[in-house]
């Protein structure tokens, strides 16, 4: 069935490093790959989104890259803050859109 | 523009009752689609609704149904409910339209439902 693979579970960096989240998907037919981001005790909110027709796409510190033939996308967060402390989910789908497990990222200041 | 709203916010239940939960989504919003949210395993796909249809469905078992109404606001029911089934639910909407067009999900704060 379609599955999202998503590493690592958990993710520790120092204030200003970069961090790297990776996920693999199985259904070739997905076209549309969002990644959300859950703070403690919120919803979650979409902070990136990428579409098949798109190898790359940046917003200030945040970037996601999708490789299609390796059904593999990943999610980079440059010059880390405190506030970036959260749980990251990738997402890959048509109508209905397969979460990963989810990295529960920790910037430590 | 009001978000999406769900009720109730917190509820226990017991063993073997069914529950129902309510979300509304944000105007205009034609999609609605639920998640059930553990630790460890993310936010596992329930059901999709649009335009009153359900569009897609996850894997779970027939216990948990859903069903959307003409002003898009939708329910989900679980019956016969289980300790395995506490877990947060999550409703989230879209301006999803036609097949391909995906769209942001836009999600409400959840009901979390607690089985004892």
């Known amino acids: 069935g379609e599955n999202v693979e998503q590493h690592p579970s958990t993710l520790s960096v120092q204030e200003g490093d970069s961090a790297v989240i990776k996920c693999t998907y199985s259904?070739?037919?997905?076209?549309?790959f969002p990644w959300y981001k859950q703070e403690l005790g919120k919803r979650p909110q979409l902070i990136i989104d990428?579409?098949?027709?798109?190898g790359e796409k940046k917003d200030q510190r945040i970037a996601v890259t999708l490789n299609k033939t390796a059904k593999h996308f990943s999610l980079h967060i440059t010059e880390t803050q405190p506030e970036d402390s959260a749980v990251y989910f990738c997402?890959?789908?048509?109508?209905?859109?397969?979460f990963g497990t989810g990295t529960r990222l920790k910037v430590l200041a | 523009k009001a978000g999406v709203t769900q009720t109730p916010r917190y509820l226990i239940k017991t063993r073997g009752q069914q529950v129902t939960l309510s979300c509304s989504p944000i105007?205009?919003?034609?999609?609605v689609s639920w998640y059930q949210q553990t630790p460890g395993q993310g936010l596992q796909f329930l059901f999709e609704?649009?335009?009153?249809?359900?569009?897609n469905k996850g894997n779970f078992p027939g216990r948990f149904s859903g069903r959307q109404f003409s002003n898009s606001r939708s329910e989900m029911n679980v019956s016969t409910l289980e300790l395995g089934d506490s877990a947060l639910y999550l409703c989230?909407?879209?301006?999803?339209?036609?097949?391909?067009?995906?769209?942001?999900?836009?999600f409400g704060e959840g009901s979390r439902l607690t089985v004892l």
């Open positions: 259904d070739s037919a997905s076209n549309y």
């Open positions: 105007s205009g919003h034609r999609s």
């Open positions: 997402a890959a789908g048509t109508y209905k859109y397969i």
């Open positions: 989230a909407s879209s301006l999803t339209g036609g097949a391909g067009n995906t769209g942001e999900l836009f």
């Open positions: 990428i579409r098949s027709n798109v």
């Open positions: 609704y649009f335009s009153e249809t359900q569009r």
